[in-house]
């Protein structure tokens, strides 16, 4: 079943229509579960219109695309460090005694 993303004047609507002709049809004539409408309910009551308004993906696409740059660029750079960690290993067998490694 698809997700319906319902809109502020949609929510305000059926609750109103809650309210005229009762909870069980008005959640029946716009496909809404009794769940919902009473969530909804609940947070106009409490916070107002603010409570309904949507906050859907806040993320904007520049921020998701930079995530998604640094996930790739961090699995590369634990792919060198295993790699590395590989190479010091088999020189360590090599050559029979443990290599000095430099900081700088």
């Known amino acids: 079943m698809k997700y319906k993303?319902?809109?502020?004047?949609?929510?305000l609507e059926i609750l109103s229509?809650?309210?005229?002709?009762g909870v069980v049809e008005s959640c029946r004539k716009y496909g809404v579960s009794t769940g919902t409408f009473y969530?909804?309910?609940?947070?106009h009551d409490s916070q107002g219109e603010a409570g309904l308004k949507v906050t859907y993906d806040t993320k904007s696409?520049?921020?998701?695309?930079?995530e998604e740059e640094n996930r790739i660029?961090?699995?590369?750079?634990?792919?060198?460090?295993?790699?590395?960690?590989v190479q010091r290993a088999l020189?360590?067998?090599s050559l029979g005694h443990p290599i000095q490694e430099r900081f700088s």
């Open 61 to 66: 696409k520049e921020l998701k695309q930079a």
């Open 17 to 21: 229509s809650g309210d005229s002709i």
């Open 39 to 43: 969530n909804w309910k609940k947070k």
């Open 91 to 93: 020189l360590k067998k």
């Open 73 to 85: 660029l961090r699995k590369l750079l634990s792919d060198k460090e295993i790699e590395l960690e």
């Open 5 to 11: 993303k319902w809109t502020l004047d949609q929510k």
